[in-house]
Nanobody
Framework: QVQLVESGGGLVQVGGSLRLACAAS????????IGWFRQASGKEREFVAG????????LYGDSAKGRFTISRDNAKNTVTLQMNSLKVEDTARYYC???????????????????WGHGTQVTVSA
């Protein structure tokens, strides 16, 4: 079992920054791809960013490219999402998720992840 806890969300103005953290406990996430997703009210869950086991091959959704940076520290069992130049449309609940161990690619489909945190709310005001 893997437990994931997100933190770092909050209220920020347009153009501001937030740094989200995902802390894992239970089993190690060292051999799992980790993804960040978000879900705005009334919308489907959307892939934001993902990172491979070693932290060298990040993958970004279109909404995150050029503004967000995902990284991981396997020694600390944590994954972070640095979000810059935030927009009103970034407002959503953000979730981190762990894929099954030894996956060869970073999934973009939330159905391909088997562990989820409860999320952290990000609200960007104009």
């Amino acid at each position: 079992q893997v437990q994931l806890v997100e933190s770092g969300g909050g209220l920020v103005q347009v153009g501001g920054s937030l740094r989200l953290a995902c802390a894992a406990s239970g089993q190690s996430i060292n051999q799992r791809q980790i993804g960040w997703f978000r879900q705005a009210s009334g919308k489907e869950r959307e892939f934001v960013a993902g990172i491979d086991w070693g932290g060298h091959l990040p993958l970004y959704g279109d909404s995150a490219k050029g503004r967000f940076t995902i990284s991981r520290d396997n020694a600390k069992n944590t994954v972070t999402l640095q979000m810059n130049s935030l927009k009103v449309e970034d407002t959503a609940r953000y979730y981190c998720a762990a894929a099954p161990a030894l996956e060869t690619a970073i999934p973009k489909d939330p159905n391909d992840y088997n562990y989820w945190g409860h999320g952290t709310q990000v609200t960007v005001s104009a």
